[in-house]
């Protein structure tokens, strides 16, 4: 019996608490050949790509979510989504084996139910570099800067917060980011000095490998720009 990369997995909705079916993808068929420069996963088989579907999309309610995502609602955020996800909600399902078309628009429900509810800003960041590299993935550049850029501002944002705080990411991670999309959107300055910081933290860092990969880039813009400065 030939076993299928995707299943089905049950969940709970979080906002509305109704039980609903989302597709996951089994890991053992997850291969990884190489990180982009942005840490960007590129798979040896591109239709097993579990990207597609990190965020489950309640059919009921219209609320969007990631495992990042955390359990506590404020005051008022649930009747703020019922007012403005809920309302306008068709009962649409992304339940089953999606296409990257309908992971971006799944991305950008998680986008709009994590800024209704208040999530962190590292979450968001996670969100919308993801929209990037699927807009890469079909090819719209264009809309890939323009996410990136919203990224590069989340980062920031969670940088100068402190939400890496007891999560996955570290503080030079958070930094790298914040340094490699702002030089793949062409903002050279930020590039630049974040990319600095990288480097000046690297005795108290526990990322060599970011602190490698910083140095690298920071090596190459500086030759760049005394290219330009010549011609």
Not at 61 to 76: H, I, K, L, N, V
Not at 132 to 158: H, K, M, P
């Amino acid at each position: 019996m030939e076993i299928n990369p995707t299943y089905v997995k049950k969940t709970v909705c979080l906002n509305c608490k109704e039980k609903f079916t989302t597709t996951k993808i089994r890991s053992r068929f997850v291969r990884v050949t190489k990180h982009d420069s942005d840490f960007k996963p590129i798979y040896t088989d591109s239709s097993v790509n579990p990207i597609l579907y990190n965020v489950s999309v309640c059919p009921n309610c219209g609320f969007a979510y990631t495992d990042e995502f955390s359990s506590y609602f404020a005051p008022g955020v649930k009747e703020e989504i019922a007012q403005k996800i809920t309302s306008l909600w068709s009962g649409r399902s992304f339940g089953e084996e999606r296409t990257i078309e309908e992971a971006i628009e799944a991305y950008k429900l998680a986008y709009v139910s994590a800024n209704l509810k208040k999530e962190k800003s590292l979450t968001m960041a996670g969100i919308t570099l993801r929209i990037a590299w699927l807009y890469d993935d079909i090819e719209d550049f264009v809309s890939g800067n323009r996410f990136r850029t919203v990224s590069r501002n989340l980062y920031t944002e969670a940088y100068s917060s402190g939400d890496h705080a007891g999560t996955q990411m570290s503080e030079t991670r958070v930094l790298y980011l914040m340094a490699e999309l702002s030089h793949l959107i062409g903002d050279k300055e930020a590039a630049i000095r974040n990319f600095s910081r990288v480097i000046e933290g690297q005795r108290t860092s526990t990322d060599p490998q970011i602190i490698e990969m910083a140095k690298e880039r920071w090596q190459e813009i500086r030759e760049q720009r005394e290219k330009s400065a010549h011609s």
